[in-house]
């Protein structure tokens, strides 16, 4: 069964770096997400992507996120400074031109000292 | 906007027992829903949803869930919990309309089975 992978499945960074976070959707989708979730609160939503542009993004998502699309197949999140508060589960998502229903990945733990 | 309550954080129940967690939403438009389970140290794994249609929905592992409009609820039942069940639920909800709708998430019920 086709699935969403997540590379890495953790991350340690120092404060100020610079993090990509890379996902590979599941292959015949067409919508593409970002979550969050921190350590023992709920999973946000961060940003949607469709057609090679954001379609939706949240307030969480501010100008030190970037999402692109640099293949067929990658959907990468970069952080461009990272800050404490930035620690957390990241998950990618997926869903088909029919849209209703996401495919979560595994996650990245990101971990920001 | 969409909203989602979880009303019990956590749930302890006896192996073999059935259990019940509760979902209530909010919305000023019709929704689709969700039950999401995470396994401890994983991801999150799709366990049933309601586009449309019957409001008794059943998904993987026994598990089942009924769209209630009056209520705005989305209650997930098993009549008899095993110790692999233990891990975290989620309910979701989203608007219809295609793609790029983002999921609103309840704060999650930590399901324990006790042997």
């Known amino acids: 069964e086709p699935e969403v992978t997540q590379t890495p499945s953790h991350q340690v960074t120092q404060m100020g770096q610079e993090v990509i976070l890379r996902c590979v959707p599941i292959s015949n989708h067409l919508y593409f997400y970002w979550y969050r979730q921190i350590l023992g609160q709920k999973v946000e939503f961060l940003v949607s992507f469709y057609n090679n542009e954001i379609s939706e993004k949240s307030e969480i998502f501010d100008d030190q996120f970037s999402v692109e699309r640099p293949d067929g197949s990658n959907f990468t999140l970069k952080i461009r400074s990272t800050k404490l508060e930035d620690s957390a589960m990241y998950f990618c998502?997926?869903?088909?031109?029919?849209?209703?229903?996401?495919?979560f990945g595994p996650g990245t733990r990101l971990l920001v000292l | 906007a969409q909203s989602v309550t979880q009303l019990d954080s956590q749930v302890p129940v006896f192996e073999e027992a059935p259990v019940e967690l509760r979902c209530n939403y909010s919305s000023s438009v019709s929704v689709y829903l969700f039950w999401y389970v995470q396994y401890p140290n994983q991801g999150l794994q799709l366990l049933l949803k309601y586009l449309s249609g019957s409001t008794l929905v059943k998904g993987i592992n026994g598990f089942e869930a009924e769209f209630n409009k009056s209520q705005t609820s989305f209650h997930l039942r098993k009549p008899s919990v095993h110790i692999s069940d233990t891990a975290e639920y989620f309910c979701?909800?989203?608007?219809?309309?295609?793609?790029?709708?983002?999921?609103?998430f309840g704060k999650g019920t930590r399901l324990s089975v006790i042997a």
């Open positions: 979701a909800v989203s608007a219809p309309g295609g793609g790029n709708t983002p999921l609103v």
């Open positions: 998502a997926s869903s088909s031109n029919q849209g209703e229903t996401q495919y």
